[in-house]
């Protein structure tokens, strides 16, 4: 079954202890990104990546690392994460940027104390 | 920086009747315009999408259009349905996607 996949789903942690949430796709898509989401403003894009080891920054990168090591998988980092940074978090993916549809995954709710 | 506005932020129609989304975007290279429904607890779904060179494009009960010169987008849903109530974002791509913030829209049976 084609799919984004998101790990953790739920996460409850403290502020500075670095994190990882993993995302992965099996559908040979070029194009990752990651979102945030938070009432009232809807997804904000955080870094996106157009194929293996090319990453860029979206709208709301700041606190946040990727890496593109493999095309199927875009886990996103926290290194030291703050309460501000409590969030719902969707992985995404499509084959090209360029006008093609996003599958997101499940989403990860993140708390940071 | 580039945005995408959404209006209204809420909707609340009868069962079986209209309800229209508005958007606007302010890159003038967008030529993507998806619409995601998001249902409670759940993903972003693409419900349907128009490209900058078509006008309008309609889905069963399901419409869009475009006004490239006025930076304009709409989503029509006819004959509203109670499975109908949800979130819907519009989103304008070029080299980035930007969303709206987003219209929650509930249908009373």
């Known amino acids: 079954e084609a799919q984004v996949t998101q790990n953790p789903r739920y996460l409850i942690t403290v502020t500075g202890k670095k994190l990882t949430v993993t995302c992965s796709q099996n559908?040979?898509?070029?194009?990752m990104s990651w979102y945030r989401q938070d009432p009232g403003l809807g997804l904000r894009q955080i870094y996106y990546?157009?194929?293996?080891?090319?990453?860029d920054k979206g709208d709301v990168p700041e606190g946040y690392k990727v890496s593109r090591k493999e095309k199927r998988n875009f886990p996103l980092i926290l290194e030291s994460p703050s309460p501000n940074q409590t969030s719902l978090y969707f992985c995404?993916?499509?084959?090209?940027?360029?006008?093609?549809?996003?599958?997101f995954g499940p989403g990860t709710r993140l708390l940071v104390l | 920086g580039e945005n995408v506005e959404q209006h209204p932020s809420t909707l609340s129609v009868q069962e079986g009747d209209s309800a229209v989304i508005k958007c606007t975007y302010s890159?003038?290279?967008?030529?993507?315009f998806p619409w995601y429904k998001q249902e409670l607890g759940k993903r972003p779904q693409l419900i349907i999408d128009?490209?900058?060179?078509?006008g309008e494009k309609k889905d069963q009960r399901i419409a869009v259009t475009l006004n490239k010169t006025a930076k304009h987008f709409s989503l029509h849903i006819t004959e509203t349905q109670p499975e109908d109530s949800a979130v819907y974002f519009c989103?304008?791509?070029?080299?980035?996607?930007?969303f709206g913030p987003g219209t929650s829209l509930s249908v009373i049976p």
């Open positions: 128009i490209r900058s060179n078509v």
């Open positions: 990546s157009m194929n293996v080891e090319v990453t």
């Open positions: 559908m040979n898509h070029e194009y």
């Open positions: 995404a993916s499509s084959l090209s940027t360029w006008g093609e549809t996003q599958y």
């Open positions: 890159d003038s290279a967008s030529n993507y």
């Open positions: 989103a304008s791509l070029y080299d980035k996607v930007i």
